[in-house]
Nanobody, 126 residues
C-alpha cells in the first residue's frame, strides 16, 4: 500500500530550525511531485507551504509566508523529501503533512491530493 510517513516535528523556540522528512513506502517518490502542507491550530484548511516536482529538472514553489526560510529538497537514493525550516516563527506552529497524487502540480492545491501522510507536529514557542 502506498504510504507517506513524516518525521522530524518538535517543539522549538522562535528563530530555531527543524528538518522534516517524508519517506515513501511501496513506491518511489522520485516519480511524483511532492508537497508539504500544514494545518494550523483552529484552522480547517491545509495550506500548501512547499512543493517539488519530479527528478530531472525539479522545480520548487513556496508559500509567500515561508519564502527565504523554508527549503524543500529530495534525496532520491534514500527515497525521502525534506523540508528544512529556518528562522521559525510562532505562526509556523502547525501539523505538517507530506502529500502527493498522480496529478499534483506546484504550487499545490489540497483538493488534488490523494495520498496524505499522518502528519508531524511543529510547535514554535518561547
Amino acid at each position: 500500500q502506498v504510504q507517506l510517513v513524516e518525521s522530524g516535528g518538535d517543539s522549538v523556540q522562535p528563530g530555531g530550525s527543524l528538518r522534516l522528512s517524508c519517506f515513501g513506502t511501496e513506491f518511489s517518490l522520485s516519480y511524483y511531485t511532492i508537497a508539504w502542507f500544514r494545518q494550523s491550530p483552529g484552522k480547517v484548511r491545509r495550506e500548501g507551504v512547499a512543493c517539488i516536482t519530479t527528478i530531472g529538472d525539479p522545480q520548487t514553489t513556496y508559500a509567500d509566508s515561508v519564502k527565504g526560510r523554508f527549503t524543500i529538497s529530495r534525496d532520491t537514493q534514500k527515497n525521502v523529501v525534506y523540508l528544512q525550516m529556518n528562522a521559525l516563527e510562532p505562526e509556523d506552529t502547525a501539523v505538517y503533512y507530506c502529500a502527493t497524487s498522480s496529478w499534483l502540480e506546484c504550487p499545490p492545491v489540497s483538493e488534488t491530493v490523494t495520498v496524505w501522510g499522518k502528519g508531524t507536529s511543529v510547535t514554535v514557542s518561547s
